[in-house]
């Protein structure tokens, strides 16, 4: 069986990869480096950066651990020459994947003739099933012209070569924050507008108001419910106009507003592909409306998170080698236990649902919270801030969703993670021990405290 995967982020390649493994014959067409946005201009690359923003915060406050050193000064080249290197050397590897593999990758820009044909550079390749994973890009909000110089997204953030005296971030959401946090760390004066009330919008009030409050301490200025409505650079400066009147100066504008799916210029309507808006539509096997062609990742809209779309390529490559031998597709994802990160300091991190969204859903819960400022762990390593908190169906103990702001957040909600995965109720985590001291100690009390609650 031959397959196409077009697009070699972490889709494309995780459904390459799976493909071979099962027996295919597989080409994956790549634009640009391996890897995508997440490894090369995403996911890898700011937390790479964001390690550095925290040595310098550690060292702001060395003093409390009994240490004397020096203001820390941030060497921008040696931040980005630590970043390439790691971004090239999980490049490598991928590469010595697709080489043991056996997969073929192909350079190129790769356009979709016919249902099961892809054009590269004038060359035709042909296949049994081909695999849409052409990801994401920057949306550009209209009032900002991207021309200008001085205006930034996320691609300059991680490339950038000196640290801005002023920045002003357009949008509140978790791209805008991270990137909010490293700045405001490394000495920039930022000031982030957001169009909604609150900062990660659709989250938590809770996890809302504690992250704001987190980012505020290290000096970040927000404009809630407000928006840019005009930019311009006036000498080496940046004049933004926003929406209430105020006139924000800065040397950098740095746009956050998210991403779209990157569906354009690849044949996907010519060849007869439903979208919805800008996405591709498909069913839960993902398939799209046309037989042997399948779509995968930010590309079908959804959760855009590199881990989403990498699972969707594992099913999407089984389930298109069962069609493929005459069987019936089974491998669909369970969205619901699915893990969001945010990767500011404090670490944010949420799966399943709040309580607010339970109760719309007709669901009666609990919410427990459980602080982790009476964490021995968490004020030994002088990160007391936060909680974890946990809704829980009343009577069934069945976890409905985790919300968690404090240390490790991005590492240890996946306890809660498995737990809902597998149908484990809070009794179940609350009766597992958990080794001391430790900052997981949070979630079992927790799910303690729910426990209590759901018994009552």
């Known amino acids: 069986m031959r397959m196409i995967v077009l697009g070699g982020g972490p889709g494309g390649y995780s459904c390459a990869f799976e493909a071979a493994r099962l027996g295919a014959s597989v080409t994956l067409i790549e634009k640009d480096e391996i890897g995508g946005t997440c490894l090369n201009r995403g996911c890898v690359p700011t937390k790479s950066i964001l390690r550095t923003a925290r040595l310098v915060q550690d060292a702001a406050h060395a003093t409390s651990f009994g240490v004397s050193l020096g203001p820390a000064e941030p060497d921008v080249a040696a ?42 550079g004038g060359e035709r390749h042909e296949a049994d099933a081909v695999v849409l994973a052409t990801g994401s890009v920057v949306f550009k909000l209209p009032t900002i012209d991207h021309s200008l110089p001085g205006v930034w997204t996320s691609d300059d953030g991680v490339a950038f070569r000196e640290v801005p005296g002023e920045l002003l971030l357009v949008g509140g959401g978790v791209i805008g924050l991270e990137f909010a ?40 200025t927000f404009r ?44 996907f309507e010519e060849a007869g592909i439903e979208f919805d808006r800008r996405a591709v539509r498909t069913d839960e096997f993902f398939r799209t409306n046309v037989p ?30 069962a069609e493929a031998k ?10 619901s236990s699915v893990p969001a990160c945010v ?24 919410q427990a919270v459980s602080k982790f400022a009476a964490n021995g762990k968490a004020l030994a390593e ?5 909680f974890v908190q946990v809704v829980a169906e009343k009577g069934s103990g069945r976890i409905v969703g985790c919300q968690i702001v404090g240390p490790h957040a991005v ?40 426990a209590e609650q759901t018994r009552g």
């Open 343 to 366: 990767y500011t300091f404090p670490e944010v991190a949420v799966v399943g649902g709040s309580r607010d969204s339970a109760k719309e859903r007709g669901l009666d819960v609990v």
């Open 292 to 321: 042997g062609v399948y779509a995968i990742g930010d590309l079908i809209g959804g959760m855009m998170l590199a881990h989403v779309a990498e699972d969707e390529g594992v099913a999407a490559a089984g389930n298109a080698i």
């Open 224 to 267: 809630l419910g407000d928006a840019v409505e005009s930019v311009e650079r006036v000498g080496e400066r940046m004049r933004s106009t926003l929406r209430s009147g105020e006139v924000v100066e800065s040397d950098v504008v740095f746009s956050a507003v998210g991403r779209v799916p990157n569906s354009a210029g690849f044949g």
């Open 181 to 220: 946090c490293a700045y405001a760390t490394f000495g920039s004066k930022v000031t982030v507008v957001e169009l909604t009330p609150t900062v990660l919008p659709g989250n938590d009030k809770r996890v809302t108001r504690e992250a704001q409050k987190a980012l505020e301490a290290l000096g970040v």
């Open 79 to 120: 931040i980005c020459e630590r970043k390439d290197a790691i971004v090239a050397e999980l490049r490598g590897q991928l590469e010595d994947t697709a080489r043991r593999l056996k997969v073929t990758i192909v350079r190129g820009e790769g356009r979709l003739v016919e249902p099961h044909a892809v054009e590269v």
């Open 326 to 335: 005459g069987e019936a597709p089974t491998k669909t994802l369970d969205y």
């Open 382 to 386: 002088g990160e007391g801030e936060g």
């Open 411 to 450: 590492e240890i909600v996946h306890e809660i993670a498995v737990a809902m995965r597998n149908g484990l109720r809070v009794w179940d985590v609350a009766h597992t021990t958990h080794a001391h001291p430790t900052v997981s100690e949070v979630v079992r009390i927790a799910c303690e405290l729910a």
